[in-house]
């Protein structure tokens, strides 16, 4: 089979950056400027409308297979703006998807500037103003000398992927299958209730024209919406704050009210949220159409997760109120109706994102949630049999930490203990300490005391030995790999250094990588108070997460009588994405985060199994959230469903599979 690399340019009136790839494709502005293509390792050339389409197009197309940086955009360009018939999705190769299954960065500049290609075969850094004067209404469109230079920019692109290729591994059989499943999902697309959007639309207007109205009303200012003004007339009001986001503004709310503000602070936070703006994004990206394409992105996180394109269906608010109460109310397109049962519609809104995804006609929605995958697939890893026999039987698995931390029969567990156990459960397992535990708490509204959560925190390290040993076992394996060069074994994993990444084969073959890796020393700072007869020793180490300063952390310290020390440590660090900036950047990491990582890639590899055997056995996968696979089909039952999803993989024997499963006419929680 012929390699075929391609890249093309294109016009449109439509913006991508809000209708996705999908309709921006169906658009009827839209059209192909140009193409440029490659065989194998040959010269780069360009098609452009007028001229004969080249034989990977025009022949036999079994006989080709496509590469493309970010393939999915190709695809629908191939298929729905030149209305060819395409390559099925065996013959396509997504160079990109191969970036970032090795934790490269998914943009083609960023990911030949990553492996420091000669700079004459970057990414063109003109391209960005050649799209802006030729691809989106301009006056310099169809520019003659904007156009040659369009056209060997669109070259350079495919020379850049090509050569970027080369330097990438090929995904192993099994994951191959993945990438073309999550293809499928991709064009498959889920439908939309359009019907529903559309009187959801106009109540969100209406709300946002009322709550508008009314916040001008008692503020006085022309645009309540204006962060800076609001929190002007607060100051004026007597009530001084750093910003308006829903924490800062919930903490005024649970203060007394002598300055009467707390009726403006509701209406602020409903006018504020953010949930009901995806159902203009879900508009936008239905197009003409019906159904949302493109919705999940493959490898998304380093780990192999997925993560949300488009309407980021990743992440909806979890509904407060009954969705099908909401959806209903919502179809009457009256606020009065939400007055009268005291229901705020924009919270009714957000309870309602979930259920504007529907099947066809007479199909239905079977969904199946992994229960407790993560803390599943970690006991597993480290051979816990306690946990993992807990997990076989009733799994109370926080009764059980409760009981280990507190020192009691797990029949006598109090509420406020199997809290703590679930909290210990939560923020324990990937090396977090008191500071994790904190911050945990605080995420369900409790406040730990620093010492009390230091002593949870040891409790639960020490009922859990054979984790902490992962732990350490997996930060020793990782320095000792990348300075001798060897393989390492660390239980179900193996590590290993080659051609500046660092490797962790998986059970299931897949491996993670860590590009550049490198090893050096850190100075901490820690303290320690000795054991007593009813508390354990507790160690406290100096972060700036936790401590305002360092010279806070030493005060603490010399308050419990004691001298901080210091020492050097091993600090591992590699080049990756950074998860909350997203650039590519020098990141470190340690043995918690290490078995985090492959704990959560377990997880999802069991998943990925889960929905190759659903697809393949009469479950078409529309969706996958988190733990979550949405499947519509028009026969099937939600046991045989789940029989499948708890299936457990050849490679990963012995982990216990939970999963909870239902069926529905609309997607919900």
Known sequence: MIKVSID??????????????????????????CMAYAYEDQPVQLWAPGQPLPDFMSGDITNYHIHAWNSFFEWVVWTKVMKL???PITQWTDTAALACAMALPRALGQCGAALKLPQNLQKNKRGYYLIRALSIPNKLNGDPVLTQEMYQYCKDDVTTEREISKRLYKLNPTERKVWELDQTINIRGIKVDKPTLGKALNVYDMAQADLKGRLKEITGLDNPNSQKQFLGWLQDKGVSVENTQKPTLLALLELEDPHGVHTALKLKMSLSKTAPKKFHSMRDKIGAGTRLHGNVMYHGASTGRWSSTGVNLQNIARPTLDADWCIKALAHEDLALFEMTDTDPMEALSSSVRGMLIPEDGHKFIVGDYSSIEARALAWLTSSTDKLEIFKGDGLIYEDAASKIFKVPVADVTKQQRFLGKISELACGY??????FKLMAQVYGVDIPHKEAEKIKQQWRKANEKIVQFWYDCDQAVSNCIQDGKVHTVGK???????????????????????HPKVSYKKVVCYKIPATETDPELTF??????????KAFYASARKDGVEP???????VSFWGVDSTSRKFKQLTTYGGKLVENITQAVAR??????????????YPIVLTVHDE????????????FTSIMEETPRWAEGLPIKVEAYEASRYRK
């Open 605 to 618: 590899d069991i998943m990925a199994e889960s929905m190759l055997q659903l697809e393949g056995r009469g």
């Open 8 to 33: 093309f340019e294109t016009f449109s009136e439509c913006d991508i950056r809000s209708a996705g790839a999908w309709a921006y494709a169906t658009d009827a502005s839209t059209r192909v400027l």
């Open 493 to 515: 994993v193996q590590y290993g250094v080659s051609n500046n990444f660092l490797m962790c084969k998986l059970p299931s073959g897949r491996k993670l990588y860590y590009y």
């Open 85 to 87: 018939p395409a390559p």
């Open 629 to 640: 696979i949405i499947s519509e089909v028009s026969n099937g039952t939600v046991e045989e």
């Open 541 to 550: 180490i100096y972060h700036p997460a936790e401590y305002p300063s360092l």
């Open 565 to 571: 020390s210091e020492f050097n440590a091993l600090d």
């Open 431 to 436: 090396q977090g300490g008191a500071g994790a």
